[in-house]
Protein backbone atom coordinates (compact mmCIF):
# COMPACT_ATOMS: atom_id res chain seq x y z
CA UNK A 1 0.00 0.00 0.00
CA UNK A 2 1.45 3.18 -1.09
CA UNK A 3 1.35 5.93 1.88
CA UNK A 4 -1.07 8.23 0.21
CA UNK A 5 -3.28 5.34 0.86
CA UNK A 6 -1.78 4.50 4.18
CA UNK A 7 -2.75 7.89 4.98
CA UNK A 8 -5.95 7.84 4.02
CA UNK A 9 -6.70 4.58 5.48
CA UNK A 10 -5.58 6.04 8.86
CA UNK A 11 -7.47 8.81 8.28
CA UNK A 12 -11.13 7.31 7.55
CA UNK A 13 -10.57 3.88 9.59
CA UNK A 14 -10.40 1.78 7.01
CA UNK A 15 -8.14 0.25 3.69
CA UNK A 16 -8.37 0.96 0.29
CA UNK A 17 -8.09 -1.64 -1.68
CA UNK A 18 -5.26 -2.28 -4.12
CA UNK A 19 -5.71 -3.00 -7.52
CA UNK A 20 -4.27 -6.23 -8.84
CA UNK A 21 -1.60 -6.30 -6.69
CA UNK A 22 0.06 -6.89 -3.11
CA UNK A 23 -0.51 -4.14 -0.12
CA UNK A 24 2.45 -4.86 1.62
CA UNK A 25 4.31 -1.86 2.32
CA UNK A 26 6.98 -0.59 0.49
CA UNK A 27 10.53 -1.50 1.70
CA UNK A 28 12.41 1.07 -0.43
CA UNK A 29 14.15 3.67 1.59
CA UNK A 30 11.91 6.87 1.22
CA UNK A 31 13.49 10.62 0.62
CA UNK A 32 14.24 13.03 3.11
CA UNK A 33 11.36 14.94 4.53
CA UNK A 34 12.16 18.77 2.06
CA UNK A 35 12.39 22.01 4.79
CA UNK A 36 9.77 23.56 5.79
CA UNK A 37 8.32 26.92 4.29
CA UNK A 38 6.31 29.74 5.85
CA UNK A 39 2.94 28.90 6.76
CA UNK A 40 3.25 25.18 5.41
CA UNK A 41 3.85 24.01 9.55
CA UNK A 42 0.19 23.59 9.62
CA UNK A 43 0.07 20.88 7.43
CA UNK A 44 3.49 18.87 8.21
CA UNK A 45 2.15 18.70 11.85
CA UNK A 46 -1.37 17.27 10.74
CA UNK A 47 -0.29 15.28 8.70
CA UNK A 48 2.47 13.73 11.30
CA UNK A 49 0.01 13.18 13.49
CA UNK A 50 -1.56 11.37 11.62
CA UNK A 51 1.24 9.11 10.18
CA UNK A 52 4.55 9.66 11.98
CA UNK A 53 6.92 8.58 9.60
CA UNK A 54 5.14 10.68 6.85
CA UNK A 55 7.74 11.86 4.11
CA UNK A 56 6.73 14.90 2.53
CA UNK A 57 8.77 16.05 -0.22
CA UNK A 58 7.47 18.83 -1.43
CA UNK A 59 4.41 21.86 -0.35
CA UNK A 60 3.44 23.95 -3.14
CA UNK A 61 0.42 26.32 -4.54
CA UNK A 62 -2.54 24.86 -5.93
CA UNK A 63 -5.10 25.49 -8.29
CA UNK A 64 -7.68 26.07 -5.82
CA UNK A 65 -7.72 28.93 -3.30
CA UNK A 66 -7.26 28.07 0.52
CA UNK A 67 -5.52 24.85 -0.69
CA UNK A 68 -1.73 23.66 -0.70
CA UNK A 69 -0.18 20.62 -3.07
CA UNK A 70 1.63 18.37 -0.57
CA UNK A 71 3.93 15.48 -2.55
CA UNK A 72 4.09 12.68 -0.50
CA UNK A 73 6.00 9.68 -1.95
CA UNK A 74 5.79 11.02 -5.39
CA UNK A 75 2.19 11.31 -5.57
CA UNK A 76 -0.39 14.44 -4.76
CA UNK A 77 -2.36 14.80 -2.28
CA UNK A 78 -4.15 18.40 -0.77
CA UNK A 79 -4.51 19.71 2.50
CA UNK A 80 -6.15 23.22 2.89
CA UNK A 81 -3.78 25.92 4.70
CA UNK A 82 -5.01 25.77 8.25
CA UNK A 83 -3.66 21.75 8.14
CA UNK A 84 -7.03 20.44 8.87
CA UNK A 85 -8.99 19.58 5.59
CA UNK A 86 -6.97 17.07 3.52
CA UNK A 87 -8.40 16.12 -0.07
CA UNK A 88 -7.55 13.02 -1.96
CA UNK A 89 -8.39 13.21 -5.72
CA UNK A 90 -8.09 15.01 -8.91
CA UNK A 91 -8.36 18.36 -10.11
CA UNK A 92 -9.64 19.02 -13.37
CA UNK A 93 -9.62 21.96 -15.78
CA UNK A 94 -13.02 22.04 -17.38
CA UNK A 95 -11.96 24.27 -20.12
CA UNK A 96 -8.92 22.25 -21.34
CA UNK A 97 -10.23 19.35 -20.12
CA UNK A 98 -6.36 18.80 -17.94
CA UNK A 99 -6.02 16.31 -15.28
CA UNK A 100 -4.02 18.81 -13.40
CA UNK A 101 -3.26 16.17 -10.75
CA UNK A 102 -2.19 13.56 -13.28
CA UNK A 103 0.17 16.77 -14.66
CA UNK A 104 1.81 17.10 -11.58
CA UNK A 105 2.19 13.33 -10.49
CA UNK A 106 3.67 13.07 -13.71
CA UNK A 107 6.18 15.68 -12.89
CA UNK A 108 7.36 13.62 -10.05
CA UNK A 109 7.59 10.41 -11.82
CA UNK A 110 9.57 11.87 -14.86
CA UNK A 111 12.40 12.75 -12.05
CA UNK A 112 11.74 9.23 -10.04
CA UNK A 113 12.27 7.63 -13.48
CA UNK A 114 15.09 9.44 -14.83
CA UNK A 115 17.24 8.45 -11.88
CA UNK A 116 17.13 4.88 -12.35
CA UNK A 117 19.89 3.55 -13.96
CA UNK A 118 20.69 1.19 -17.05
CA UNK A 119 21.92 -1.59 -15.11
CA UNK A 120 18.78 -1.90 -13.54
CA UNK A 121 16.45 -1.99 -16.21
CA UNK A 122 16.65 -4.77 -18.79
CA UNK A 123 16.27 -3.41 -22.17
CA UNK A 124 14.55 -3.79 -25.75
CA UNK A 125 15.52 -1.63 -28.11
CA UNK A 126 16.58 -0.30 -31.57
CA UNK A 127 19.57 0.69 -32.96
CA UNK A 128 18.58 4.30 -33.01
CA UNK A 129 15.43 4.81 -30.68
CA UNK A 130 12.69 7.78 -31.02
CA UNK A 131 11.03 6.86 -28.01
CA UNK A 132 11.18 5.10 -24.81
CA UNK A 133 9.32 3.53 -22.26
CA UNK A 134 9.36 2.21 -18.89
CA UNK A 135 7.24 -0.78 -18.57
CA UNK A 136 6.36 -2.11 -14.80
CA UNK A 137 5.96 -6.14 -15.81
CA UNK A 138 4.91 -9.16 -13.88
CA UNK A 139 6.20 -12.48 -15.69
CA UNK A 140 2.75 -13.88 -14.89
CA UNK A 141 0.60 -11.35 -16.25
CA UNK A 142 -1.96 -12.22 -19.52
CA UNK A 143 -1.66 -8.59 -20.74
CA UNK A 144 2.62 -8.16 -20.02
CA UNK A 145 3.20 -10.96 -21.79
CA UNK A 146 1.05 -9.70 -24.81
CA UNK A 147 3.12 -6.81 -24.94
CA UNK A 148 6.10 -9.07 -24.34
CA UNK A 149 5.11 -10.58 -27.98
CA UNK A 150 4.53 -7.60 -30.13
CA UNK A 151 8.32 -6.64 -29.31
CA UNK A 152 9.83 -6.83 -32.44
CA UNK A 153 6.87 -4.76 -33.61
CA UNK A 154 7.41 -1.77 -31.01
CA UNK A 155 10.98 -1.73 -31.57
CA UNK A 156 10.06 -1.68 -35.44
CA UNK A 157 8.57 1.37 -34.99
CA UNK A 158 11.47 2.59 -33.18
CA UNK A 159 9.80 2.46 -29.59
CA UNK A 160 12.62 1.39 -26.84
CA UNK A 161 10.69 -0.51 -23.78
CA UNK A 162 12.68 -0.63 -20.30
CA UNK A 163 11.66 -3.06 -17.93
CA UNK A 164 10.83 -2.74 -14.46
CA UNK A 165 9.75 -5.85 -12.40
CA UNK A 166 6.24 -5.28 -10.45
CA UNK A 167 5.47 -9.12 -9.21
CA UNK A 168 1.75 -7.92 -8.30
CA UNK A 169 1.46 -11.24 -5.58
CA UNK A 170 4.38 -9.08 -3.93
CA UNK A 171 8.17 -9.90 -2.15
CA UNK A 172 8.48 -13.51 -1.83
CA UNK A 173 5.52 -14.76 -4.24
CA UNK A 174 6.13 -17.40 -6.92
CA UNK A 175 5.83 -14.57 -9.26
CA UNK A 176 8.74 -12.56 -7.58
CA UNK A 177 11.04 -16.07 -7.54
CA UNK A 178 10.05 -15.76 -11.57
CA UNK A 179 11.62 -12.22 -11.81
CA UNK A 180 14.64 -13.27 -9.97
CA UNK A 181 15.01 -16.43 -12.15
CA UNK A 182 15.06 -13.64 -14.96
CA UNK A 183 17.55 -11.51 -13.35
CA UNK A 184 19.90 -14.48 -12.68
CA UNK A 185 20.01 -16.21 -15.89
CA UNK A 186 22.80 -15.63 -18.30
CA UNK A 187 21.30 -13.66 -20.91
CA UNK A 188 18.42 -12.06 -19.16
CA UNK A 189 16.75 -10.67 -22.37
CA UNK A 190 16.61 -14.37 -23.97
CA UNK A 191 15.34 -14.93 -20.55
CA UNK A 192 12.22 -12.39 -20.21
CA UNK A 193 11.08 -13.95 -23.57
CA UNK A 194 11.04 -17.88 -21.97
CA UNK A 195 9.44 -16.84 -19.17
CA UNK A 196 6.74 -14.41 -20.79
CA UNK A 197 6.23 -17.86 -23.14
CA UNK A 198 5.50 -19.87 -20.38
CA UNK A 199 8.35 -21.50 -19.33
CA UNK A 200 9.86 -22.42 -16.31
CA UNK A 201 13.35 -21.26 -15.94
CA UNK A 202 16.01 -22.81 -13.74
CA UNK A 203 15.30 -21.57 -9.66
CA UNK A 204 18.46 -18.99 -9.21
CA UNK A 205 19.43 -16.41 -6.67
CA UNK A 206 21.81 -13.90 -7.01
CA UNK A 207 21.91 -10.04 -6.22
CA UNK A 208 19.51 -8.63 -8.05
CA UNK A 209 16.83 -5.52 -8.51
CA UNK A 210 13.67 -7.28 -7.98
CA UNK A 211 12.53 -5.70 -4.81
CA UNK A 212 14.07 -2.01 -5.68
CA UNK A 213 11.90 -2.38 -8.76
CA UNK A 214 8.61 -3.12 -7.16
CA UNK A 215 9.76 -0.25 -4.33
CA UNK A 216 9.72 1.76 -6.79
CA UNK A 217 6.46 0.90 -8.57
CA UNK A 218 5.15 1.21 -5.64
CA UNK A 219 6.27 4.91 -4.75
CA UNK A 220 5.10 6.35 -8.33
CA UNK A 221 1.81 4.18 -7.62
CA UNK A 222 1.47 1.35 -10.05
CA UNK A 223 -1.57 -0.69 -9.34
CA UNK A 224 -1.55 -3.00 -11.84
CA UNK A 225 0.72 -4.25 -14.98
CA UNK A 226 1.92 -3.58 -17.48
CA UNK A 227 2.70 -0.18 -16.53
CA UNK A 228 3.79 1.73 -19.02
CA UNK A 229 5.41 5.41 -18.89
CA UNK A 230 6.30 8.07 -21.03
CA UNK A 231 9.87 9.73 -20.73
CA UNK A 232 8.18 12.55 -19.55
CA UNK A 233 6.44 10.95 -16.68
CA UNK A 234 2.80 10.62 -18.09
CA UNK A 235 1.41 7.04 -17.72
CA UNK A 236 0.03 6.00 -21.36
CA UNK A 237 -1.12 2.47 -20.41
CA UNK A 238 -1.95 -0.21 -19.63
CA UNK A 239 -1.43 -2.62 -22.64
CA UNK A 240 -1.34 -0.89 -25.76
CA UNK A 241 -0.47 -2.11 -29.38
CA UNK A 242 2.23 -1.41 -31.44
CA UNK A 243 0.29 1.34 -32.99
CA UNK A 244 -1.26 2.50 -30.23
CA UNK A 245 1.80 3.22 -28.39
CA UNK A 246 3.04 5.13 -30.87
CA UNK A 247 0.24 6.95 -31.26
CA UNK A 248 0.37 7.76 -27.54
CA UNK A 249 4.61 8.76 -27.50
CA UNK A 250 3.63 11.07 -30.42
CA UNK A 251 0.91 12.65 -28.74
CA UNK A 252 3.31 12.94 -25.33
CA UNK A 253 5.62 15.10 -27.72
CA UNK A 254 3.87 17.56 -29.06
Same mark, same amino acid.
Given at each position: ????? *????????????????????????KPAAA???????????????????????????????????????????????????????????????????????????????????????????????????????????????????????????? *?????????????????????VNVWC????????????????????????FVTAD?????????????????????????????????????????
Amino acid at each position: MTLPR *ILMASLLMFSLPACAQSTAPAPAKKPAAAPAAPGDAAIRQSLMNVVPNVKITAIRPSPLAGIKEVVVDGQILYVSNDGKLLFQGSIIDLNTRTNLTEASEAGERRVILAAVPAAQKISFAPAKPKYRVTVFTDIDCGYCRKLHEHMAEYNKLG *IAVDYLFFPRAGIGSESFQKAVNVWCAPDRKVAMTSSKAGKTLPKKNCSNFVTADYALGQKIGVDGTPAVYATNGAQIGGYLTPTDMLKALEKQNK
